[in-house]
């Protein structure tokens, strides 16, 4: 229910509009202590009207950290590849799914997010306690489970509009509650 009200919502937006707010967000995310120290960053291209990501990869690039993008598999779980700007994005589509941009290049293999400092993750909506509302792939799900057994603890950091932090998710046993919340307007930390 909530997931189709927020996509609704989202599918009004403009692209004018998700280019304003794609800015401001990249602009608190990098005041964020977590992305200003780290050496490594997994994190995603947006699509459609997610909010943007663009100028926060390309920013984090030009400081010198390596980002880490996702390449989905065929079974939902995600390799990783080396974003090395917006020419070396390629645009595929997964079966029905919405095409997705990946980074061309080498796969790093699923284990590389244990690499990254900071892990940027999409979703739909989060709570006031840090619970996060996914698509309802499972392919984050995978990421967080697999860093938790690998013992790495990196800032967990969703990227949201101003109007998705909601009072409550739906959470499961298996979910994880993110470290920060970032919107356009600005943070909101858990940890």
């Known amino acids: 229910m909530l997931r189709r ?3 609704s919502v989202r599918s009004r937006l403009t692209a004018d509009d998700v280019r304003e707010t794609a800015g401001a967000l990249a602009a608190r995310a990098l005041e964020l202590p977590e992305l200003a120290h780290a050496r490594t960053v997994a994190a995603y ?3 459609g009207s997610e909010p943007g990501t ?3 990869l390309d920013a984090l690039h030009a400081r010198g ?3 880490l993008l996702p390449v989905l598999m065929a079974d939902n779980d995600l390799d990783w590849g080396a974003y090395g700007g917006e020419d070396a994005l390629v645009r595929v589509q997964h079966g029905g799914k919405t095409a997705l941009l990946e980074p061309a ?3 790093l293999g699923p284990t590389a997010v244990q690499e990254a400092d900071a892990v940027l993750l999409p979703g739909l909506a989060a709570d006031a306690r840090g619970m996060r509302l996914g698509r309802g792939g499972g392919s984050y799900d995978r990421v967080l489970a697999r860093l938790e057994r690998a013992g790495a603890d990196p800032a967990l ?3 949201l509009y101003d109007t998705e932090v909601v009072e409550r998710v739906p959470a499961e046993a298996h979910d994880r509650p993110v470290h ?3 919107t356009p307007a600005g943070v909101r930390r858990f940890r």
């Open 54 to 56: 663009l100028a926060l």
């Open 180 to 182: 920060a919340v970032v």
């Open 65 to 67: 950290v390596r980002v």
């Open 5 to 7: 009200e927020i996509l």
């Open 45 to 47: 291209v947006s699509v």
């Open 105 to 107: 290049g080498e796969r």
């Open 157 to 159: 950091v969703v990227l």
